[in-house]
C-alpha cells in the first residue's frame, strides 16, 4: 500500500464490487481483506481492493474439442 491510496468505506467498496455492503463487511469479518480501523470506522484502501480482486480473478481457459466426430 502506498501513502497516496484513497481509503474506501464499506459502502464505496459495496458500490465498486456492485454488491450490498454486507459482502464488503463480511470479508472484514472473515479477515479476508487487508483494512484499517481508525477509531470506530473501517476504511479499505484502493490498493488492499486492487489485490483482493486480482487475487480472486478467474482467469479463462481454452474450450475443449470435443472427441466426439461427426459422421460423414
Not at 464499506?10 to 455492503?21: F, K, M, N, R, W
Not at 469479518?29 to 476504511?43: D, Q, S
Amino acid at each position: 500500500m502506498s501513502g497516496r491510496d484513497r481509503y474506501l468505506n464499506v459502502d464505496q467498496v459495496a458500490e465498486l464490487l456492485g454488491t450490498t455492503s454486507r459482502f464488503p463487511r463480511r470479508l472484514i469479518a472473515e479477515r479476508r481483506i487487508t483494512f484499517v480501523k481508525v477509531g470506530r470506522h473501517v476504511r479499505i484502501s484502493e490498493s488492499a481492493l486492487a489485490e483482493y480482486i486480482s487475487a480472486h480473478t478467474v482467469q479463462p481457459t481454452r474450450p475443449r474439442r470435443s472427441r466426439v466426430r461427426r459422421a460423414a
